[in-house]
């Protein structure tokens, strides 16, 4: 890879040049000093690239590199930084080899539909993607061999831009390869390389591109390219499409020809992680790889299933899809059998009991053809036993074979860079490699050692930093002067005051997010907006899938709201939520609202990178909540238990009780030096008590723990087996260190 990509960058000084090889990793994203190497070229022109350093390098003026190239200071930080990558790179001494010494060279093979990793590379929609990118960030920082597979979204990313009357508009950004960490993967000609997704007719192609995310290659699936019909072309272009049929598509290029792509690729993967049901037809195409070698499909099933992790994510039933028979029939006539089965023991792998007439269930298939199976909380680990338990007759709810692994965040991704140097200072004395044990409750005790007026000064630091970015955001939107109409300064947050007390409410506008909630009594919410010696403001921000008319209209309601002068301009919504808009938020408010409808939050994850920068969770108890909330680190209302009538205003009712009886007070009790000391001493219980646990580094560890060395072992067993009956076959099942084998670009 490295020679191709120099190659477009002749410009850079040969002294810099590593700058390539770090903007096209990126892990310079969670390593704020790499980031700074950027930043130290050119701050103009690091602003103008929007943070991006593939773009900065292919637009910057080649004077700027050249002063950098030739500036000692800049150079001493260059060759240190390059050094810590170098070695993190090449490292051998990792946690995994360390705790899995035996290991073979044997690769998981992580499966999602999307990934949220850097606002540079769009190809995500929200927390799913969100916790995919963390997932393998902490899985390259502990050193696990993994590969990942997704799509690379050439139209993907939807821009969100709201009319005068408060519709939500969608805005196409096509993806410009030439200014996202992505390179194309090459077949042995030199060319760009393409694959044909096997025993699907009329064929469909793929282009492959790869993104380096740390140690871990991140392949990406691309139908848009010239050998494709039209309608092929369009198979990779946009996330979650809402025609079924191109849908069924879709997942058939992510599970069948990624996994025919691994194969080509040398990066012949000995178990599969599968995040959601989306990619779950991978597991199909492993178990026809087997028959095809003269396996029986039972056999080549209990295999399969014996190397396969399955993790759901949702109790929303829209989110489990279901293709209709006649549609399975038209794509997977020849496929049936290819597997040496008939269309009726087909069909039957993905038949929901309860309802067998309805078609191909991904979820149940994926719980039919793996062997582990999680739900990503407590709660959502028993809310999926008792959804799925129909697969299971006889079995006790209790013993259904469906456990979970409890979300976490990516540290070093969600923590601000300043929150971390004022944690460094007071953890670091005592701990000086915090942060790499991050995931030990015992470290984050030290975090009571830091000075209220400091963590203060922090915190309101990172306010600051939040209003300034709304202003510029609204100014940007006014000078812009949308075709509709002025839009309403109120509404851009153009009166958000810093020192009110603010909340924060941003995620997906689902119905079941229930964004409205607090608006439920509205002279009792105007009263604690406007209290004159206590006031309270609210940012919103959030996108509605674009097919979802009732998210579009919740989100209108909202907007409309905001332009109200009863409200006193202290509603605001903040457009076009994204990554960059998530961190500022997530860093910079009081409190993090969260008010889903029970148990529909299978876990929910913004509020853990909230609380990781000392905000304060005001949550529903649902989701991740329910094991984090101990009392003293924020605040927790309504039960678990089901919708019922009245639910609302239940709980909106809560949600005000404790905003007027413990919140506010609490946030406006201050002593003579302006600080809320009992305010900050819940901000440390906060953060010590969730930092920890709710880690992407934790999480990882648990599924390491559970799956990851059974399933490799059991891979393990597979290939000896493989080997010893199959001479011929073998080479097929030559455990190459992933992504070289044919990969010209390396
Ligand atoms: C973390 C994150 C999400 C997921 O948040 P939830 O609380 O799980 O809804 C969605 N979008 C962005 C941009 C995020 O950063």
């Known amino acids: 890879m490295e020679d191709s990509i120099h190659d477009q960058f002749t410009h850079v000084p040969e002294r810099i040049s590593g700058l390539v090889d770090l903007a096209y990793n990126l892990w310079w994203s969670w390593n704020p000093e790499a980031g700074a190497l950027f930043k130290q070229v050119n701050r103009q022109a690091w602003k103008e690239s929007i943070h991006n350093p593939v773009r900065m390098l292919r637009?910057?003026?080649?004077?700027?590199?050249?002063?950098?190239?030739?500036?000692?200071?800049?150079?001493?930080?260059?060759?240190?930084?390059?050094?810590?990558?170098?070695?993190?790179?090449?490292?051998?001494?990792?946690?995994?080899?360390?705790e899995h010494p035996d290991s073979r060279s044997l690769t998981i093979a992580y499966f999602s539909a999307e990934y949220g990793l850097h606002h540079s590379l769009p190809i995500y929609a929200g927390g799913l993607g969100f916790l995919a990118g963390d997932h393998l960030k902490e899985a390259s920082d502990l050193g696990l061999p993994m590969v990942a597979v997704g799509f690379m979204y050439s139209q993907g990313y939807l821009h969100q831009e709201i009319s005068p009357d408060g519709w939500q508009k969608d805005i196409n950004e096509p993806l410009d390869p030439d200014a996202a960490p992505i390179t194309r993967v090459l077949d042995s000609a030199g060319d760009h390389l393409v694959v044909r997704v096997p025993h699907i007719d009329p064929p469909i192609y793929v282009a492959v591109w790869k993104v380096q995310v740390g140690r871990i290659p991140l392949y990406l699936l691309d139908t848009d390219i010239d050998c494709n019909d039209p309608r092929n072309r369009g198979i990779s272009s946009r996330l979650y499409t809402g025609d079924l049929e191109q849908r069924l598509r879709q997942e058939i290029v992510l599970g069948i020809g990624g996994r025919k792509v691994l194969h080509v690729l040398g990066a012949d993967y000995s178990a599969v992680h599968?995040?959601?049901?989306?990619?779950?037809?991978?597991?199909?195409?492993?178990?026809?790889?087997?028959?095809?070698?003269?396996?029986?499909?039972?056999?080549?099933?209990?295999e399969v299933r014996a190397t396969s992790v399955f993790t759901s994510h949702t109790p929303v039933p829209a989110g489990h899809d279901i293709f209709p028979i006649n549609l399975i029939d038209r794509y997977f006539k020849a496929y049936y059998p290819a597997l040496g089965i008939d269309r009726r023991e087909f069909l039957q792998l993905g038949v929901h009991p309860q309802s067998p007439g309805a078609g191909f269930n991904m979820t149940a298939f994926a719980l039919r053809a793996s062997e582990h199976h999680n739900g990503v909380s407590r709660a959502h680990?028993?809310?999926?036993?008792?959804?799925?338990?129909?697969?299971?007759?006889?079995?006790?709810?209790?013993?259904?074979?469906?456990?979970?692994?409890?979300?976490?965040?990516?540290?070093?991704?969600?923590?601000?860079?300043?929150?971390?140097?004022?944690?460094?200072?007071?953890?670091?004395?005592?701990c000086?490699?915090?942060?790499?044990?991050?995931?030990?409750?015992?470290?984050?005790?030290?975090?009571?050692?830091?000075?209220?007026?400091?963590?203060?000064?922090?915190?309101?630091?990172?306010?600051?930093?939040?209003?300034?970015?709304?202003?510029?955001?609204?100014?940007?939107?006014?000078?812009?002067?949308?075709?509709?109409?002025?839009?309403?300064?109120?509404?851009?947050?153009?009166?958000?005051?810093?020192?009110?007390?603010?909340?924060?409410?941003?995620?997906?506008?689902?119905?079941?997010?229930?964004?409205?909630?607090?608006?439920?009594?509205?002279?009792?919410?105007?009263?604690?907006?406007?209290?004159?010696w206590y006031p309270v403001q609210v940012i919103f921000a959030g996108k509605a899938h674009p097919a979802d008319n009732?998210?579009?209209?919740?989100?209108?309601?909202?907007?409309?709201?905001?332009?109200?002068?009863?409200?006193?301009?202290?509603?605001?919504?903040?457009?076009?939520?994204?990554?960059?808009v998530a961190q500022y938020l997530v860093h910079g408010v009081d409190v993090w609202l969260n008010n889903?409808?029970?148990?529909?939050?299978?876990?929910?994850?913004?509020?853990?990178?909230?609380?990781?920068?000392?905000?304060?969770?005001?949550?529903?108890?649902?989701?991740?909540?329910?094991?984090?909330?101990?009392?003293?680190?924020?605040?927790?209302?309504?039960?678990?238990t089901a919708a019922c009538d009245g639910r609302d205003a239940t709980d909106a009712a809560a949600i005000y009780n404790l905003l007027e009886k413990e919140v506010v007070p609490l946030y406006y009790d201050r002593s003579v030096d302006n600080i809320p000391h009992g305010w900050v001493k819940m901000m440390k219980e906060s953060i010590k008590s969730n930092g920890p646990r709710f880690s992407a580094r934790r999480m990882v560890k648990e599924y390491v723990a559970r799956y990851y060395p059974p399933l490799l072992n059991a891979?393990?067993?597979?290939?000896?087996?493989?080997?010893?009956?199959?001479?011929?076959?073998?080479?097929?099942?030559?455990?190459?260190?992933?992504?070289?084998?044919?990969?010209?670009?390396?």
């Open 432 to 532: 000086p490699n915090w942060l790499s044990e991050h995931d030990d409750p015992v470290v984050w005790e030290l975090i009571d050692e830091i000075p209220d007026a400091e963590l203060w000064y922090i915190h309101t630091w990172l306010k600051a930093k939040l209003f300034n970015r709304i202003r510029e955001q609204e100014r940007i939107r006014w000078a812009a002067q949308h075709p509709g109409g002025v839009p309403d300064p109120a509404t851009g947050g153009a009166y958000l005051n810093p020192d009110v007390l603010t909340i924060g409410f941003a995620r997906r506008f689902s119905t079941y997010k229930r964004a409205h909630l607090i608006f439920e009594d509205l002279e009792r919410l105007k009263r604690i907006l406007n209290n004159r």
């Open 59 to 98: 637009e910057i003026p080649v004077g700027f590199l050249k002063q950098a190239a030739e500036n000692p200071a800049y150079l001493r930080r260059y060759d240190i930084v390059m050094r810590r990558f170098r070695k993190y790179m090449s490292a051998t001494g990792t946690w995994f080899s360390a």
């Open 381 to 430: 680990g028993t809310v999926t036993r008792q959804m799925w338990r129909c697969l299971w007759p006889g079995t006790p709810e209790t013993t259904v074979p469906i456990d979970y692994v409890t979300n976490g965040v990516h540290v070093p991704t969600w923590l601000n860079h300043r929150m971390k140097d004022l944690y460094d200072r007071h953890i670091g004395p005592t």
């Open 550 to 580: 009732e998210g579009k209209r919740l989100l209108q309601k909202i907007y409309r709201y905001t332009q109200q002068p009863e409200f006193g301009g202290r509603v605001a919504f903040v457009e076009d939520y994204s990554e960059k």
């Open 596 to 640: 889903p409808l029970p148990p529909m939050e299978a876990s929910g994850t913004s509020g853990m990178k909230a609380s990781l920068n000392g905000v304060l969770n005001l949550s529903i108890l649902d989701g991740w909540w329910v094991e984090g909330y101990n009392g003293r680190n924020g605040w927790a209302f309504g039960s678990e």
């Open 274 to 302: 599968l995040n959601e049901g989306h990619p779950a037809f991978a597991l199909l195409e492993r178990i026809r790889e087997r028959v095809e070698r003269g396996m029986e499909f039972d056999e080549a099933l209990d």
């Open 715 to 746: 891979a393990d067993a597979e290939y000896a087996r493989a080997v010893a009956a199959a001479k011929p076959q073998a080479p097929e099942w030559e455990p190459q260190a992933h992504g070289e084998a044919e990969e010209g670009s390396e």
